[in-house]
């Protein structure tokens, strides 16, 4: 069915609704039949939500875009304001037409279309078995994927996360971490690094900002594993922040920080990367293999817990490093008495600590005190422990 056909049809359904004419934004009447031959959506908000008023500069700039490439849509906003001030005041943020303000009106169309929460976008459509259609609400489509989500239909999501699972298990690093503009990533210095070169390596995306506390700890974890196999293993490990950051500079200091390379941070990659790989909360760290493949989504927690030594952070050598550990375990004594510290010291496992004895740090096992502060390496136990168990 042409695209006429199918916009007659939605003109149709909102004259049965009581819809005679709708307005612009300087506050014209525009006549129903305006939106003939055009993609149309509903928007359904309001100016006391904030969730509204969020979204809708970000529908605003796509709806921009999306005439200014040729796209024939249309949207018509349908308010749940409490009263006609606060309808205008929102309206005249936006560049489409919008329904009259009528309450009634906007509750036979909030029941008809099943909008049970706002922002709402609801996208119509014609087909030839069942007549006029509407999709689900397209806010979260708009927001994952900006202007690509055009027409905002089911079809479209599908095509889009097709496209994503491409990415993400394709191996190819370019179509990963670049774009049709863009084959580099840059380091701290804003030197440009081409993507290219980290094939053959193991590559480790950090998702982190700098107003997030959590990241700046385990950022000194992460940057403390990375200077050691930087040194015991050159060549071999990079780290590609992602920055969920709120400005450039804060994007900067966090940067400034990092002995790795970025992505840039006006490139939009960083939020296709964040929604590809479905990142909920920071700090996290995926580890792709040499193939450019996700070898593990929780880097982090291994990072934390075995730092370098469990390079190249593959299922098998995290085992090793984990059976390795608990053979030394087995080897040493439960506790000891060591003639340093008045209390008896028991075997701990810590992923970080300062041995009281050698002032160098520690992991995994330790002698600790369980009524103070008192830590040792195992290898700095003094060796009159006759009465260790």
Not at 51 to 74: D, S
Not at 239 to 249: G, H, L
Request: with cysteine; glycine share 8%; net charge negative.
């Amino acid at each position: 069915m042409e695209g006429g056909e199918k916009v007659k049809n939605h003109v149709k359904m909102m004259q049965l609704a009581g819809v005679q004419s709708l307005l612009s934004n300087g506050g014209k009447e525009v006549p129903l039949s305006s939106i003939e031959g055009k993609m149309t959506c509903l928007f359904f908000s309001a100016h006391w939500c904030m969730p509204c008023r969020n979204f809708t500069p970000k529908l605003v700039q796509i709806y921009t875009m999306l005439q200014n490439t040729g796209k024939n849509i249309e949207i018509i906003f349908i308010s749940l304001d409490h009263d006609e001030t606060s309808f205008l005041d929102h309206f005249k943020s936006m560049p489409w037409l919008a329904l009259p303000f009528n309450t009634s009106l906007r509750r036979k169309l909030c029941n008809h279309f099943g909008v049970e929460h706002i922002p709402a976008l609801i996208p119509l459509s014609v087909t030839p078995s069942s007549g006029l259609e509407f999709d689900e609400d397209a806010v979260k489509l708009v927001e994952e994927y900006g202007a690509d989500a055009y027409p905002f239909s089911a079809k479209r999501r599908g095509e889009l996360e097709a496209m994503d699972d491409s990415r993400r298990q394709g191996g190819k690093l370019q179509e990963l971490l670049g774009c049709k503009d863009r084959d580099h990533v840059i380091n701290a210095d804003g030197i440009k690094i081409s993507i290219a070169e980290l094939a053959g390596k193991t590559v480790g995306l950090y998702f982190g900002a700098h107003w997030c506390p959590p990241c700046h700890s385990f950022m000194k974890q992460l940057i403390e594993a990375y200077n050691e196999l930087t040194i015991l293993r050159p060549g071999s490990f990079e780290v590609i922040f992602i920055s969920m950051d709120r400005s450039k500079e804060e994007f900067q200091a966090s940067l400034s920080v990092m002995p790795w390379l970025a992505i840039p941070y006006s490139d939009t990659s960083r939020q296709d990367l964040t929604r590809i790989f479905a990142i909920k909360g920071i700090p996290a760290l995926l580890i792709l293999g040499l193939d450019g493949k996700v070898l593990k989504t929780d880097g982090r927690t291994t990072i934390s817990t075995y730092g370098a030594t469990a390079f190249p952070f593959t299922e098998s050598r995290v085992s090793e490093v984990d059976e390795a550990l608990k053979k030394e375990g087995a080897n040493l004594p439960r506790r000891v008495n060591d003639p340093r510290h008045r209390h008896e010291l028991e075997l701990d496992m810590a992923k970080a600590y300062i041995c009281d004895e050698c002032q160098q740090k520690g992991r995994y096992w330790v002698f600790s005190c369980k009524q103070c502060n008192f830590d040792l390496h195992p290898s700095c136990v003094g060796e009159s422990n006759d009465d260790g168990i």
